[in-house]
């Protein structure tokens, strides 16, 4: 599968940001997917998960309550979507997808197989 991560630019602070991340090659519903976020000199991070059929979502206690993941997996897309953004959320942010449900929950980098090239979130105060 090959993603494609879009819908990253320049957020002004308090704003929200929509992400897509579009699945070709194979169907998205085979996958779990996440967004994690990396800033220069910095690991990437868990931001949210969700499970194949959408009826999971997972989250990193810091994100929780800003940000939201869904899919669809009619338009092989999933998103992640945030509110209130501040300056810590400049990032870039890569959606990931793994073939195992088990993996999900937990957000570990090394458990997904697949990999968008990240889209650059920048946001202004």
């Known amino acids: 599968v090959q993603l494609q991560a879009s819908g990253g630019g320049l957020v002004q602070a308090g704003g929200s940001l929509r992400l897509s991340c579009t699945a070709s090659?194979?169907?998205?519903?085979?996958?779990?997917m996440a967004w994690l976020r990396q800033t220069p000199g910095n690991e990437r991070e868990f931001v949210a998960s969700i499970k194949m059929n959408g009826g999971y979502a997972y989250y990193s206690h810091p994100m929780r309550g800003r940000f939201a993941i869904s899919r669809d997996n009619t338009k092989n897309t999933a998103y992640l979507q945030a509110t209130n953004v501040q300056s810590g959320d400049t990032a870039v942010y890569y959606c990931a997808a793994t073939l195992s449900s088990d993996r999900v929950p937990w957000g570990l980098e090394s458990d997904f197989d697949y990999w968008g090239k990240g889209t650059q979130v920048t946001v202004s105060s």
């Open positions: 090659g194979r169907t998205l519903s085979d996958y779990g």
